[in-house]
Every structure is written in structure tokens, then in C-alpha cells.
């Protein structure tokens, strides 16, 4: 009996299903079981590194959960008990994480369009569409000064592709900025009612959404056909448009039913989730990404009761449950044992260079040039520099097309983590100190918001 429990035990990760290809498949169950186990370590370790983060770096919890990811990879564990991170994470599970790691993002980017502050887009448009311009011009700019250069050295990009495709391509993971971390540090901030919170997400939105246009265009040449850029660039202009135009008065009954309820009921909640599912499939099956469904949506969303009864049913689960699935995906894609010569850190370090230049820099001037003070101009510079794990998400396609090599991929990874690690210490380095001792940000962001949730 004991050798028979120990041996099932022992198998409790192991597939159960019929051979496939000569090994074992995974049953319902397996996927179950893989799935539940992983969700608590990814909960209990997005907590612990989010905590070490803030006690010991000042770190947002964003950056945190990020780090978690990675830990939880390839990187260290994989590299450490790599027999175990198999067992915890095999290669057949990882679609079901995906589909709860699109829910999670998506979800919160949904709350974050809620919560923007439409008057103060309004009132910072020309600023928002100068700090946008720069902030995709200079990356593709700087792109086309240094590809040809990359391509000169054997393993960063795959053989074949053109120098046009490189640039835009390159182009693209310099522009993008890390759309759904902005949010989650301008939230963990207290800058998200505040002009500079607003100016930096329409920004940094507009940039993301042309990176995706472009990476749609480099796809096209690489098998997909000219559809693919036709529908990914059409489709979310016409969405777009139509959101904006009429999305708002089409959506407002919801919210003057909720108002004359005095609460939002579960049905109501039920047709509010089946929106922003809906929202979220037009854009991921048009090629440009789940979340700008999401945040598309919350943009147009009734606000007053309607959006405070949202925020109070959803919140807490999509941030602490459903949203670390997100960062910890894109950590189990993550090798950062890639860089491992001499020559290719001083390349890395190149590009990690020009992208600081790319969009910090370029951002700061073009918000001065836009009539911004400079402590504000330089706030936004340091947001809009982070990539975080959007850029992960990019470099991935970029992988699995064949557009750039291993090699590559590992620098843009090291660059995507240093401009996001260095986001929130340059943020209060050049503002965020300044402001909250004149009282304009909260002393206890976190506590603030963990107050906020807990009073409802």
C-alpha cells in the first residue's frame, strides 16, 4: 500500500493520457492539476518578489512580479532544478496559462481605460500627440542607423530578411512602450486622475498600437500576405473610430441603469465581461493585441457609479489573481544566459543605450517642446522608457517567425528588464519625490489602494 500511494505520488505530474509521438499525452485532469499547482506558486512568489521589491529597491510591485516571471523560467530555476521547473511548467501547459494571462492583462487594462480622465486627455492632446510622435519617429530613426550595423554580425537576425524588414522590426521593439506596467506604476503611484498619468498612457498607448501595426506589416512579407497588415491596421482604425464616436452614447444606458439601481447586479456585471470579451476578440483576431480591446472599451465605459461598482467587483481579483499569470508566461520564454561573450555585452549595451536615448530622451524633449515644465517632461520620459513584458511578447513573435536570432532576442529581453527596473527610481529621482513632498502624490500609495479595495 505505502509503495503504491509513494508510487502515485510520485507520478502526480506525469501525463496520463494515450502515447503521442511515442510519448504519454496530457489528460483534462493533468491540465488541471498543472494548472492549479502553478497558480499558487506564481501567486505566492509574484508576492514575495513584489515585497522584496518594495522593502529592498523601492520597486513597484509591477517590477516585482516581472522578476517573478523570470525567476520562475528557464533563467534560474529552470537553471537550477531544472528537472522540477519541467515538472512545474512542461511545454503543454503553457496555452492554458496564456489564455489566463491574456484574461488578466486584458482585464486590467479594461480598469485602467475606466479610470482615465478624458477631460485631462482633452486638455493635454496637443501634448499627448507630440510626446506619441516622438516617441515612435526617434526609435525608428535610430533603428535605421544601427540595423545595418546588427546585421553585419552573424546570429542576431535570421538569414534572409531584409534590411527594411530589420529596421522596422527594430523599429518597433525601440518605439514600444510597456502599456500595461505604465498603467500598473502610474496606479501605484496615484497618478492616474493626474494630467501627467493621462498624457503618459495615451502616449504610451498610441505608441504600442503602432508598434503592433508595424510588426503586422513585417509579418505580411514573411508569408502572412498584405491581408495581414490590411486587416491588423483597418480593422483597428475602424474599431477605434467607431468606439470613440459612438461607443460612449451606445454604452450609456448601462450606466444610467446602475445608477438608478443605486448597484451593479450580477447581470449587469455579466453583460459588462461579455463587452469586454467581445472588445478584447475583435482586436487579438484582427492581429493587434487583447488588451487594447480591453482598455478601448474602458475608455468608453459610463463613468460615476457604474465605474466605481466595476472597479469594486473586479479589481482585486484580475491584480492579484489573475494578472501575475501574465508577467510569469512571458519569464518562462526568458533565457538570460544568451549574452556570453565580451562582444555581445557591448552590443547589448548599445542597445540598451539607444533605446534609453530613443525614448527617454525623445520623449523629455518633445513634452518641453509641447510646453510641459521640466520636472513633468522628465516624469514622462521616465514612464515612457519602460518596455517591461510587452516588449517580451514582441521579441517572441519575432523569435517564432524566424525574424531574429536567439542571440537577439537575450539582448532585447536585458534591455526590456533594465529600462522597466529603472522606470520607477528615475520617476521619483525627477519627480515623484518633489511632488509628494508638495502633497500632490500619497505618501502610501499601496496602502491607500489596499484601503481602497477593502472599504468597497
Not at 533603428?143 to 535570421?158: Q, R, S
Not at 470613440?244 to 450580477?266: D, F, H, N, Q, Y
Request: one cysteine or more; proline letters at 4%; a neutral charge.
Amino acid at each position: 500500500m505505502l509503495e503504491s500511494i509513494g508510487s502515485t505520488l510520485s507520478d502526480l505530474l506525469a501525463p496520463h493520457g494515450p502515447p503521442v509521438n511515442a510519448a504519454a499525452s496530457f489528460t483534462p485532469g493533468d491540465f488541471s492539476v498543472h494548472f492549479f499547482l502553478q497558480l499558487a506558486v506564481i501567486l505566492l512568489a509574484c508576492r514575495l518578489f513584489g515585497w522584496l521589491g518594495q522593502k529592498l529597491a523601492g520597486q513597484p510591485q509591477v517590477v516585482g512580479e516581472m522578476i517573478a516571471g523570470v525567476v520562475l523560467g528557464p533563467s534560474l530555476l529552470g537553471l537550477v532544478f531544472p528537472d522540477f521547473q519541467l515538472a512545474l511548467f512542461p511545454k503543454e501547459t503553457r496555452n492554458v496559462l496564456y489564455a489566463g494571462a491574456q484574461l488578466g492583462v486584458g482585464l486590467y487594462m479594461f480598469l485602467v481605460g475606466l479610470t482615465l480622465r478624458l477631460d485631462h486627455f482633452q486638455s493635454k492632446a496637443r501634448s499627448a500627440g507630440t510626446v506619441s510622435a516622438a516617441g515612435i519617429v526617434a526609435p525608428f530613426l535610430l533603428a535605421a542607423v544601427i540595423t545595418p550595423w546588427l546585421l553585419d554580425v552573424d546570429g542576431l537576425f535570421m538569414p534572409g530578411i531584409s534590411q527594411s524588414n530589420a529596421v522596422l522590426f527594430m523599429g518597433a521593439c525601440i518605439a514600444l512602450t510597456a502599456f500595461p506596467m505604465l498603467a500598473r506604476i502610474i496606479n501605484e503611484r496615484g497618478l492616474a486622475n493626474s494630467a501627467l498619468g493621462t498624457l503618459s498612457l495615451t502616449a504610451g498607448a498610441f505608441d504600442d498600437a503602432m508598434s503592433w501595426c508595424v510588426l503586422a506589416i513585417v509579418l505580411a512579407t514573411f508569408g502572412g500576405g498584405p491581408a495581414v497588415a490590411v486587416l491588423a491596421i483597418g480593422g483597428a482604425i475602424l474599431y477605434t473610430a467607431f468606439m470613440l464616436l459612438k461607443g460612449r452614447s451606445l454604452l450609456a444606458p448601462l450606466g444610467r441603469i446602475v445608477e438608478a439601481r443605486g448597484e451593479m447586479t450580477l447581470t449587469m456585471l455579466a453583460i459588462t465581461l461579455a463587452l469586454f470579451c467581445l472588445s478584447a476578440f475583435l482586436m487579438d483576431a484582427i492581429g493587434i493585441h487583447a488588451i487594447f480591446g480591453g482598455f478601448l472599451l474602458g475608455v468608453c465605459m459610463p463613468r460615476g457609479l457604474f465605474a466605481e461598482e466595476v472597479k469594486r467587483k473586479v479589481e482585486p481579483l484580475a491584480v492579484v489573481l489573475l494578472l501575475p499569470m501574465f508577467f510569469t508566461y512571458s519569464g518562462l520564454s526568458t533565457r538570460m544566459d544568451m549574452v556570453n561573450s565580451l562582444e555581445l555585452v557591448l552590443i547589448a549595451l548599445g542597445i540598451l543605450a539607444v533605446s534609453i536615448l530613443a525614448k527617454f530622451g525623445a520623449c523629455w524633449a518633445a513634452a518641453r517642446f509641447s510646453g510641459e515644465d521640466n520636472r513633468t517632461a522628465l516624469g514622462i520620459g521616465a514612464l515612457m522608457n519602460s518596455r517591461g513584458l510587452m516588449e517580451l511578447i514582441i521579441i517572441n513573435i519575432g523569435l517564432q517567425k524566424g525574424i531574429i536570432g536567439p542571440t537577439l532576442f537575450s539582448m532585447l529581453v536585458l534591455m526590456a528588464i533594465v529600462t522597466t527596473m529603472m522606470a520607477g527610481p528615475l520617476f521619483e529621482l525627477v519627480y515623484g519625490r518633489r511632488a509628494r513632498a508638495e502633497g500632490e502624490l500619497e505618501h502610501r500609495v499601496e496602502v491607500a489602494a489596499e484601503r481602497r479595495i477593502a472599504a468597497g
